[in-house]
């Protein structure tokens, strides 16, 4: 059996310091085989400096996307660059979005129903609701570089380009997977699809989820699910901060991980056999 712990939206440069030290030695103590991190660590430059902190305190493989946060005060384009060299300098530190399809417990699984692991950071990519009408103001358009330029109207293409650059690195690596039968663990920061962007129990509506969904990557979650009947995929997401699970077809089903600004927990376990894999939302450390 595999296990691995799972969290996401952090936040970790808005939390006291008694309880980032009381979730560094939670993780750090704790008996699992890897660490699944789904973005917004911290904020801007702050990131790379917990990464660092993480990789030193939880010597278990570390797997991780970024979330919009991750990017302030700066470049995306840069700021991967600073992510991807500093990932040279820790070993068991991953940024699955610069990385191809992971093959996860080779000793726990059979030779027939192997289970990967990919990431992707995705974007709410203003390809779902209605972006032209809506009254949602994110600070992401004031503080990443990319955004602060832009007018409305070209913010909404520079959305839809992100979303389209990680729709199409998701493909790539799925398309990598040629095993008839497979399990494959998806982590991403932003939900993919309308019906896993949750808050308070209920979904997205047309105003919010222009910035809360990457529609692009979900529909080639949705087209590989289809056109791969015996892959099981399992999504894990956040950025929205309530959780749920959205059974979209028979196999394919998004977790969304539930979080609190100021309070860094554990979203939820990964259990990963043989013939099973599951996942418990409500087991804690």
Request: glycine share 8%; proline share 3%.
């Amino acid at each position: 059996m595999l296990r691995l712990v799972w969290t996401t939206d952090l936040h970790l440069d808005h939390a006291p310091q008694n309880l980032q030290e009381r979730w560094l030695s939670s993780i750090a103590n704790h008996t699992f085989d890897g660490l699944l991190i789904g973005g917004d660590i911290s904020e801007g430059g702050k990131t790379t400096s917990w990464l660092r902190e993480i990789a030193q305190r939880v010597k278990k493989p570390i797997y991780f996307v970024l979330g919009n946060h991750d990017f302030y005060d700066d470049s995306i384009r840069l700021v991967r660059q600073k992510i991807i060299r500093m990932c040279r300098e820790h070993q068991n530190l991953h940024y699955l979005t610069d990385c191809s399809a992971v093959r996860l417990g080779v000793a726990t699984d059979s030779e027939s129903n192997p289970t990967y692991l990919i990431g992707e950071d995705a974007w709410g990519d203003a390809t779902t609701g209605d972006f032209d009408q809506s009254f949602v103001q994110l600070n992401d358009f004031s503080r990443i570089g990319d955004f602060l330029s832009l007018k409305p109207e070209q913010q909404k293409l520079e959305l839809q380009q992100l979303g389209l650059q990680s729709a199409q690195r998701l493909a790539s690596k799925l398309s990598t997977i040629h095993e008839n039968m497979a399990r494959i663990v998806v982590l991403t920061h932003v939900p993919p699809f309308v019906e896993s962007c949750w808050y308070e129990g209920k979904t997205a509506d047309r105003h919010w989820s222009p910035f809360f969904v990457c529609g692009q990557t979900g529909e080639v979650l949705k087209s590989h699910a289809t056109n791969h009947p015996n892959h099981e995929i399992v999504v894990l997401c956040g950025h929205c901060h309530h959780s749920g699970i959205t059974q979209l077809t028979q196999n394919l089903i998004i977790y969304t991980g539930e979080a609190s600004i100021g309070h860094p927990a554990i979203a939820g376990i990964m259990n990963i056999g043989e013939r099973s894999i599951s996942l418990n939302q409500s087991e804690l450390l």
